[in-house]
C-alpha cells in the first residue's frame, strides 16, 4: 500500500459543469477526510466519514456538495453546478481513528 | 466552535538557529496533536504527532505539549533552507474530527 491515492491530479471544468474526485485511503484506515484549500490558507474541513458512516458535514459547504463512502473503502467528492469560487485544492486524508492523519497529493480544481 | 490558532507569519529564522512554532487550542479534551508541513502547491506532510503532556523528539524537530496551558509547540534545531515551507498545526478534539490551524509560514535565511 502507497499511501492515500487521489484521481485526478488536475480538473479543468467550465462553469456550470459537474465533477467528481476519487480518494482511495490507506487499506487499513477507517477515518477518511475531505478538505479545500486556497492559497495563504490552512485546510477547511468539508465532511469526513469513519468507515461508510458520515459523521459531520461542515456548515459552510452548499448543498452542491456531496460525498459518498458507500463501503467504508473509497470514497468519492462531487461538486455539482460549479462555480468559479469552487477553484481550491481538494485534499483528501485517512487516519485510524484519531491518530496520524496522512494526505494524498491532492486535486486542484479549476473552475473557468 | 472549537478552534486552532497559528501566528501566520512569516516568520524568517537565520540558518542554523532554532526555529519555534507556536499553536494554542481551544478544547481541554483534545488527545491527539499533530504538525504537518506543506510547501507551496504541495499537500500537507506530517512531521510529528503528541498525545501526552511533556516532549517529543525526532531528530532535529521537538514538540511540547502543555494541555493545562493548552498549547503546543514545535521547535525545528539547525534550521536548514529547506525547512522553508508552512507549518500546520492540527488538533483532534475529543474524538472528533481533525480541524487545522491557518498556519505559519516559516523562512529560512542563508
Known amino acids: 500500500d502507497t499511501g492515500v491515492s487521489q484521481d485526478p491530479r488536475h480538473k479543468i471544468t467550465k462553469r456550470g459543469q459537474n465533477v467528481t474526485f476519487r480518494c482511495d485511503p490507506i487499506s487499513e484506515h477507517n477515518r477518511l477526510y475531505w478538505y479545500r484549500q486556497t492559497l495563504g490558507q490552512g485546510p477547511e474541513f468539508l465532511t469526513y466519514f469513519q468507515n461508510e458512516a458520515q459523521l459531520e458535514k461542515s456548515r459552510l459547504l452548499s448543498d452542491r456538495f456531496s460525498a459518498e463512502r458507500p463501503k467504508g473503502s473509497f470514497s468519492t467528492l462531487e461538486i455539482q453546478r460549479t462555480e468559479q469560487g469552487d477553484s481550491a485544492m481538494y485534499l483528501c486524508a485517512s487516519s485510524l481513528g484519531d491518530r496520524e492523519a496522512f494526505f494524498g497529493q491532492g486535486t486542484r480544481l479549476t473552475v473557468v | 466552535q472549537k478552534e486552532v490558532e497559528q501566528n501566520s507569519g512569516p516568520l524568517s529564522v537565520p540558518e542554523g538557529a532554532i526555529a519555534s512554532l507556536n499553536c494554542t487550542y481551544s478544547?481541554?479534551?483534545?488527545?491527539?496533536f499533530f504538525w504537518y508541513r506543506q510547501y507551496s502547491g504541495k499537500s500537507p506532510e506530517l512531521i510529528m504527532s503528541?498525545?501526552?503532556?511533556g516532549d517529543k523528539e525526532d531528530g532535529r524537530f521537538t514538540a511540547q505539549l502543555n494541555k493545562a496551558s493548552q498549547y503546543v509547540s514545535l521547535l525545528i534545531r539547525d534550521s536548514q533552507p529547506s525547512d522553508s515551507a508552512t507549518y500546520l498545526c492540527a488538533v483532534v478534539f475529543g474524538n472528533e474530527k481533525l480541524t487545522f490551524g491557518t498556519g505559519t509560514r516559516l523562512t529560512i535565511i542563508p
Open positions: 503528541i498525545y501526552s503532556n
Open positions: 478544547d481541554r479534551g483534545s488527545q491527539s
